[in-house]
């Protein structure tokens, strides 16, 4: 026999005959460790689950912004054909609807700058910030080239006058021959 410790042989459960006790309390004691254990596995499940879940966010988070970068790469495209088809028309409707793609890449991009804020990649963004700025500060000048009739008069009448010069040079230089 042992003090306070479980021996089968002379059927005793920490000094008590396990005889006495109760076929009721050992199917509840039963059942008890059977729920402790499903409780154990549902605490389990729920942790995965929200580990899941968080991860789902982030995914729906980057489809967000891949979805807006594809939105934004078309806006780009639909202004590049834009300025394209001004330059060989030179139309007053043409220029419109550069500024109107114009003013949609600027939308788009701002709201991918915003969601890669918010979603920590500050230093992504200030890489397409830089990037995109770089963009509109050339689109910016082609634009202003084309829509302004007199500043490519400007660069004709310079050529023109460049041209005479170096066709003075270019005829001393072929009669020293």
């Known amino acids: 026999m042992a003090v306070g410790g479980l021996l089968f042989n002379g059927i005793q459960f920490c000094g008590v005959n396990a005889m006495s006790i ?12 059977v729920i402790a254990v499903l409780g154990a596995v549902n605490l389990m499940s729920a942790f995965k689950l929200a580990q899941l879940d968080e991860a789902s966010e982030q995914i729906a988070e980057k489809t967000s912004i891949v979805r807006l970068s594809n939105e934004y790469v078309a806006a780009v495209t639909q202004q590049e054909v834009a300025i394209r088809l001004f330059a060989r028309s030179g139309l007053e409707r043409d ?7 114009q003013g949609n890449t600027l939308i788009l991009r701002e709201q991918i700058l915003s969601r890669l804020v918010e979603t920590g990649e500050t230093r992504l963004a200030e890489r397409i910030e830089a990037s995109t700025n770089q963009f509109g500060e050339v689109f910016a000048a082609i634009e202003d080239r084309l829509g302004n009739d007199d500043d490519a008069l400007q660069v004709v009448v310079v050529g023109i006058g460049k041209l005479q010069e170096s066709s003075a040079r270019l005829v001393e230089y072929l009669s020293a021959r």
């Open 22 to 33: 109760s076929i009721r309390l050992l199917i509840i004691l039963g059942f008890s460790a």
């Open 95 to 101: 220029k419109v609807l550069v500024k109107e793609g």
